[in-house]
């Protein structure tokens, strides 16, 4: 996958736009109209019905009927038709019959029992009557009158049968009707129940469950948008994994994510598992199977996947599992985060925290840790010896000064070459800083380690070809043959340096094995190293004193101050051993301000005891101690704290450290002058100092070297070499001080050349305090010690 810059926002997902209860109301409305008529239309139905079906309906067209039957008997009776009577008469009966006791076939039901019988057996008199007058008629021979008496009685009694007939009927009728508003006003108050029932359903059931239901699914469409824009903002993209129906779901990001827009119409989990590279498979499907086992309830891997056209994408796998309310685990739902970035960043830091920018190479850090690895696996094996080489390459600094730093590190990757070129395997090649490069050999004894040696002093002596140019470089080896006795690397690391060390000392382009003298070198080195640190000055040190002489007039009003120090019993050790070890552990600083305090203190005590302030006294100066930012701070803090004899206080400052261009020092012996010090260039001819420039460094005096002095008495050329140096000093306004003056001879030539002064055995030995403000005095003769 090479650029991310695809990366753009997932389109937003169409939220479910429809509420739940869009159409609800409005069919509920529907329901509630439908059953409000279907209530209304059945009632009043229900009441016709009632009506219609009620008994006495039959019984009230049966007593009308038969009241037209009374009616019709009388009309017969009227036209004197006989036959038409006694027809009537027959249904008349029938009907009374009817009426009373009910009739199916007439459809009649009958008062029996009801309200209206005791009315109705009333009629039965006038009843009887008539139907007996009706009948006399009818049997009355058809050729004789009827006569008018019987007419009259029928006429009669049909009007009595009739007003009863009547009676009854409005009694039936309005009594049907009482109990019709009876049935009306009930199914009224049905009505309205039911219209209530429904309304305080749609109030107090219906509102509230919709307001509820709408709360709902605005929280849920809420919360349904929080997820789509987390979903988009985390760029993540989402798995869902229904366990019971098997359904997977791919969010859109998949497509991006794995350049691959066919998965987003994947169900199953196959396509994402087909894309993942099958060494990680196996790691995933066991996360999954934890997630589903209910083993673990969130999982978390990272893992590599492969897009359709052979990318690598690495991932970083999220999930978690839901659990129904039995506690089984029906779901499976999380996320992948593209971390191919992160990890190649992570990849690179790591690299680069092992490794050396420049050759590739692994760096010191590294190294150190192999080596570890290395001793402690000796420790456990005795068998195991191993080889630490450390080389340090001639030349490099010319080779950066001359032909600039882009050839100097071409130089360094060419030697880094033929460094990994040459070691055999598996042994590791690392670039410690600058030009040094050590290699470490597992498994390797010493005669094949020394042969490799030779052989890679050998290959540096060939010339590196670097662009147009051909550059030697050889180099100098320290070997150590790693044995049980080591415990860490840097033991081993610092014997190595010590053994190349020799190599260089020893004359370059070959290779020193470390053995037991330098062991004990070291071994002493460090000794002094831990015993300076931790060295109470005033208690360990002590000062001794050699004067310095007038060679004219054989005054005595000069010393050179000297440390010394007793180190551990047996013998002293030396000050051009300690001094250089003080200097590399820095110590120096402390140590040259002690000498600086005491030395003060000396001469003022010399002074009041020998009556005069004529008394100099040189102090050693170290190249380290000069160019210390804070030697002129100390220097300073003396003056204030001795007054009187800081101004006779000479400062001896080495060749080497004056004529270093680097660090520049001119500046700073400005400073010390300033600070009312004087200032002497010590062991004049050692180094590479002209006396043609040594005006610049505002200096009093120059001592020049022992090794002249000790040929002038016996090699004319020094002699006049000498005289050189001396005449034009003193050209210069330099005083010069002869060294190592030993003999008489030696003396008598350099009074010849004009020196000034002079310091040796022949005067004096170094000595205490008390010996020298002897000397001083005068008390002791000046060439005892010769
Ligand atoms: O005494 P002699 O062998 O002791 O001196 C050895 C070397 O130690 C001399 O070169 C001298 O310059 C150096 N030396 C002695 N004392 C001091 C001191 O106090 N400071 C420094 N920096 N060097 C000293
Ligand atoms: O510079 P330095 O500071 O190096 O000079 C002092 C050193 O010279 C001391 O170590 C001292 O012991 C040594 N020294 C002084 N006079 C003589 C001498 O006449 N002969 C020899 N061989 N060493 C001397
Ligand atoms: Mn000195």
Redesign the pocket.
């Known amino acids: 996958m090479a650029d991310r810059d695809d990366y753009r926002p997932v389109k937003q997902q169409p939220l479910s736009e429809t509420s739940p209860l869009k159409g609800l109301r409005a069919r509920y409305l529907i329901a509630f109209g439908l059953i409000a008529t279907l209530s209304v239309v059945a009632f009043l139905g229900l009441g016709y019905l009632v009506l219609q079906s009620e008994k006495w309906t039959s019984t009230l067209s049966g007593a009308e009927l038969q009241r037209m039957v009374s009616q019709r008997i009388a009309k017969a009776a009227e036209r004197d038709s006989r036959g038409e009577i006694a027809r009537e008469v027959v249904v008349f009966e029938r009907m009374q019959h009817a009426i009373r006791y009910g009739d199916p076939a007439l459809g009649v039901q009958g008062l029996t029992g009801s309200a209206f019988e005791p009315l109705f057996i009333e009629l039965n008199g006038t009843y009887s009557e008539l139907t007996k007058t009706a009948r006399a008629i009818a049997e009355t021979p058809g050729d004789e009158a009827v006569a008018d008496g019987l007419l009259e009685s029928l006429r009669e009694q049909e009007r009595a049968y009739l007003t009863g007939m009547n009676n009854l009927i409005l009694q039936i009728r309005s009594t049907t009707r009482a109990e019709f508003k009876r049935l009306e006003l009930l199914h009224l108050v049905v009505l309205a129940l039911t219209l209530a029932t429904l309304v305080f359903e749609l109030a107090f059931v219906f509102e509230p469950a919709a307001r509820r239901i709408k709360l709902q699914w605005q929280k849920l469409q809420e919360s349904e948008q929080r997820f789509n824009l987390a979903v988009r903002g985390s760029q993540n993209a989402i798995w869902d994994w229904d366990l019971t129906s098997g359904k997977f779901y791919y969010s859109p990001m998949w497509a991006i994510l794995l350049h691959d827009e066919r998965l987003l119409d994947e169900t199953t989990p196959d396509a994402w598992f087909r894309l993942v590279t099958s060494n990680e498979l196996n790691k995933l499907n066991d996360q999954l199977e934890q997630l589903k086992t209910g083993v673990t309830d969130v999982m978390s891997t990272e893992i590599e996947m492969c897009t359709p056209c052979g990318d690598r994408v690495s991932v970083l796998c999220r999930g978690t599992s839901v659990r129904d309310a039995s506690g089984e685990v029906v779901r499976l739902a999380g996320s992948l985060a593209d971390i191919t970035e992160q990890r190649r960043v992570r990849e690179k830091l790591r690299e680069m925290a092992e490794q050396d920018a420049l050759t590739g190479l692994v760096n010191r850090g590294y190294f150190q840790e192999r080596i570890e690895l290395q001793v402690l696996r000796t420790r456990r094996d005795a068998q195991g010896t191993y080889a630490v080489l450390f080389f340090d390459f001639d030349g490099f600094k010319a080779v950066n000064d001359a032909l600039g730093h882009n050839v100097g590190d071409e130089l360094l990757i060419s030697i880094a070459r033929r460094l990994e070129e040459m070691t055999p395997t598996p042994g590791v090649v690392s670039r410690l800083g600058g030009d040094e490069f050590a290699v470490l050999v597992p498994g390797i004894g010493p005669e094949d380690a020394t042969r490799l040696a030779g052989r890679l002093v050998e290959r540096f002596r060939e010339p590196h070809k670097l662009g147009t140019h051909e550059v030697v470089s050889t180099s100098s080896i320290g070997l150590v043959i790693g044995d049980q006795e080591y415990t860490d690397a840097d033991a081993l690391l610092r014997d190595a340096d010590t053994a190349m060390y020799a190599a260089k000392v020893g004359g370059k382009s070959q290779y020193c094995v470390f053995d037991e003298s330098m062991r004990r070198d070291s071994m002493r080195r460090l000794r002094i190293e831990t015993g300076l640190l931790n060295a109470d000055f005033d208690k360990e040190l002590s000062l001794a004193f050699q004067p310095i002489v007038d060679l004219e007039s054989g005054a005595r009003e000069r010393v050179e101050?000297?440390?010394r120090w007793p180190g551990f019993g047996e013998e002293p050790v030396?000050?051009?051993v300690f001094?250089p070890i003080a200097e590399e552990t820095g110590v120096?600083i402390e140590l040259?301000e002690w000498?600086l305090i005491e030395a003060a203190k000396r001469l003022q005590e010399w002074d009041a005891r020998l009556g005069h302030t004529r008394t100099s006294v040189h102090?050693?100066?170290?190249r380290r101690?000069l160019l210390h930012p804070r030697f002129v701070e100390q220097l300073e803090s003396l003056r204030t704290r001795h007054p009187g004899v800081y101004e006779r206080l000479v400062l001896e400052v080495p060749e080497a450290a004056i004529m270093d261009r680097r660090s520049n020092p001119i500046d700073r012996l400005r400073e010390i002058r300033e600070a009312g010090y004087k200032l002497t260039l010590?062991n004049f001819g050692t180094g590479h100092s002209s006396l043609s420039c040594l005006h610049q460094f505002s200096l009093h005096a120059i001592k020049i070297d022992r090794s002249f002095v000790m040929e002038i008495e016996h090699r004319r050329e020094f002699a006049a070499l000498y005289h050189a140096i001396v005449t034009l000093s003193q050209n210069l306004g330099l005083t010069t001080i002869a060294m190592g003056v030993e003999t008489r001879g030696q003396l008598g030539q350099l009074q010849g050349i004009g020196c000034s002064l002079g310091q040796g055995y022949l005067f004096a030995r170094?000595m205490d305090a008390e010996n020298t403000l002897r000397f001083l005095a005068g008390e002791t003769e000046m060439f005892e010690a010769a």
Do not use: K
Not at 619 to 622: E, G, M, R, V, Y
């Open positions: 101050v000297l440390l030396r000050p051009d001094i120096i040259g000498v102090i050693n100066i170290s101690q010590d170094p």
